[in-house]
C-alpha cells in the first residue's frame, strides 16, 4: 500500500471526488460553505469518544448496534411530530433486541444530516428534458423541473438548520422522559395487542413486563432511575456532500484531534469507496468513528485494505463494516470476507444493511422493498456470522415513525396495490413504525437462536 501524504480537512480535495453536485454558481456555494464553517459544531468531540466506546462494546460481542432512520430527510416533512414518531419506533425496536439479547444495545438514528443521495446518473430524463438527478433535499428539490433540479448552495445552511433543530429536540426527547423504560414498554405492548401477530410477540412482551415488575418489586424505582428513563441516541449520515462535511470539521479542545461535528458518526457509500477516492481520504482523517458499506464486488484484499487506512491504530469502535449485499448472496459472500478480516485482526463491528441488496420496481412501477428478503438477507448475515465465529453486531435499516406504504410484507402483509395509497419517500422506500417493531422481533429470534 502506498503511503499516504499528511492529513488536513482539505487533503480530499487532491483526490478524485465523486457524487459531487454541478454547483452552478461556486461564488455562492464558497459563501455559503463558510457561513457554515462559522456556525457552532452540531455534535461534540466528547460525544463521538463516547458512541466509539459503545461500539467498542458492540466489537467485542458484548453490544448490539441499531442503526435506523430515513432513507433521505426532508425539509418539508420536517415536524416535531416525525421526529418524535421516529425516535419512537427506534426505541421500541431497541427495548425488544435488548431484552432478547441481553446485551446494551447502541442507538444510532439515520437522523440530523442524513439530507444527500448518491445517484447512478448525474441526469434523468424527463419527457424530452434532460434535467439534474434529484441528490436530497441538501443539493435540490424533487420537483422534476429544470428550475427545482438546478443545485443551490443556500439548501445547505437550510440543511445546518434543520440538523440542529432535530437535534435539538432530540436530545430533549431521551433525556425528558419520553424514553422512560416503561412508556416505551407501554409502546411495544399497544403493538402486540395489535399486531397480526400479536399472539407470536405476546410472550416476549410479557416477559418483559415481568422483568420491569420483578425490578420495582426489589425497589428499583424504574421511573427515578436514569438508566432506566433516559437514553442516549447518536446520530449518523452518510458524508457524501465533502464541502459541507469540511465546513464542520473542527479541532477538539482536549485532545487537538479534528472531529466532523456534522455528526456522531459517518459513512462512506458502496458508490464512494475507492481505497484512493477523496471520501475515503477524507474520513480516515476525523476522530469519529466511521462506517463504510459494503456490497456484493468487495474482495478480501481490498476489504483489509481499506481497515488499514481508515483504522490503521486498530482502534475498536472506530470502524463499522456495513453489509449491503442482497438476500441471495449475503451468506457465501460475507464469510470469505469475515475470515479476512477475523486474521487480520481488525477490530470491526459487522452490521447488515438488508434494504440496498433487496430493491425493485414492483409491478406498480414503485421502487419497493419485500419484508421476507429483509429478514432473509439478516438471517443469511446471522448464519455467516455463526459459521465463522464471530459477531452479527448490528442492523441498519431505512425506516420512518409515519404509517407510509413502502415496502411490501410485514405483519399486515401489504401488497403491490397498497403501494399507492401512502408512497411519501423523497427517495428509497422504508419501513413503515409497524414494519420496523415488527423487524425488530424477528431480529430478535435469529439473535437468540445465535446466542
Keep these: 500500500m502506498e503511503p499516504r501524504g499528511t492529513w488536513t480537512a482539505q487533503s480530499w480535495q487532491e483526490r478524485t471526488v465523486k ?24 455534535v461534540f468531540a466528547g460525544e463521538a469518544r463516547s458512541l466509539q466506546a459503545e461500539l467498542a462494546q458492540v466489537a467485542a ?26 425516535l419512537r419506533v427506534i426505541l421500541q425496536m431497541a427495548v425488544v433486541l435488548t431484552y432478547s439479547v441481553g446485551v446494551p444495545v447502541v442507538k444510532v438514528g439515520r437522523i440530523a444530516g442524513q ?4 445517484r447512478s446518473s ?18 435540490n428539490d424533487a420537483t422534476p423541473t429544470e428550475a427545482a433540479r438546478t443545485p443551490n448552495p443556500e439548501r445547505l445552511v437550510q440543511a445546518y438548520h434543520q440538523s440542529a433543530s432535530t437535534l435539538n429536540l432530540l436530545r430533549a426527547f431521551t433525556k425528558g422522559g419520553f424514553a422512560d423504560l416503561n412508556r416505551v414498554h407501554s409502546w411495544t405492548q399497544e403493538f402486540v395487542a395489535s399486531s397480526p401477530e400479536g399472539e407470536r410477540y405476546d410472550k416476549l412482551a410479557r416477559e418483559i413486563d415481568r422483568a420491569l415488575s420483578f425490578m420495582r418489586a426489589c425497589g428499583i424505582e424504574t421511573e427515578a432511575n436514569s438508566n432506566l428513563s433516559e437514553v442516549d ?29 456534522s455528526a456522531h458518526m459517518l459513512w462512506i457509500g458502496e458508490r464512494t469507496r475507492e481505497l484512493d477516492g477523496a471520501h475515503v481520504e477524507f474520513l480516515r482523517g476525523v476522530g469519529n468513528p466511521i462506517g463504510c458499506k459494503v456490497g456484493p464486488t468487495m474482495t478480501g484484499d481490498e476489504l483489509i485494505e481499506l481497515c488499514e487506512i481508515l483504522n490503521p491504530s486498530r482502534i475498536p469502535g472506530r470502524l463499522t463494516l456495513i453489509t449491503r449485499m442482497g438476500a441471495d448472496n449475503i451468506e457465501e459472500g460475507l464469510r470469505p470476507l469475515l475470515r479476512a478480516i477475523s486474521d487480520a485482526g481488525h477490530p470491526v463491528v459487522w452490521a447488515c444493511d438488508p434494504m440496498h441488496g433487496n430493491t425493485y420496481t414492483a409491478p406498480s412501477g414503485r421502487k419497493t422493498r419485500h419484508f421476507d428478503d429483509i429478514v432473509r438477507e439478516i438471517g443469511g448475515f446471522v448464519r455467516a456470522h455463526r459459521a465463522e465465529g464471530t459477531w452479527p453486531g448490528g442492523i441498519h435499516v431505512e425506516l420512518t415513525g409515519e404509517n407510509v406504504t413502502e415496502c411490501l410484507g410485514g405483519g399486515d402483509e401489504l401488497v403491490d396495490a397498497d403501494l399507492n395509497s401512502r408512497y411519501e419517500t423523497v427517495c428509497d422506500p422504508r419501513l413503515n413504525a409497524r414494519q420496523g417493531v415488527d423487524l425488530a422481533f424477528r431480529v430478535a429470534e435469529l439473535i437468540q437462536d445465535f446466542t
Design 122 to 139: 448525474d441526469t434523468e430524463m424527463v419527457g424530452d428534458l434532460e434535467i439534474p438527478s434529484f441528490r436530497g433535499h441538501i443539493v
Design 61 to 86: 460481542g458484548n453490544a448490539f448496534l441499531l442503526q435506523a432512520g430515513d432513507c433521505a430527510e426532508s425539509f418539508e416533512e420536517f415536524s416535531a411530530d416525525n421526529i418524535r414518531e421516529k
Design 233 to 261: 441516541v447518536f446520530t449518523s449520515h452518510e458524508a457524501l456532500i465533502l464541502g459541507y462535511e469540511e465546513a464542520l470539521t473542527r479541532r477538539d479542545s482536549i485532545t487537538g484531534d479534528w472531529y466532523d461535528c
Design 19 to 42: 457524487q459531487q453536485p454541478s454547483w452552478p454558481d461556486l461564488g455562492a456555494l464558497d459563501s455559503s460553505l463558510k457561513q457554515i464553517s462559522t456556525l457552532p459544531p452540531l
Design 115 to 118: 439530507f444527500a443521495k448518491p
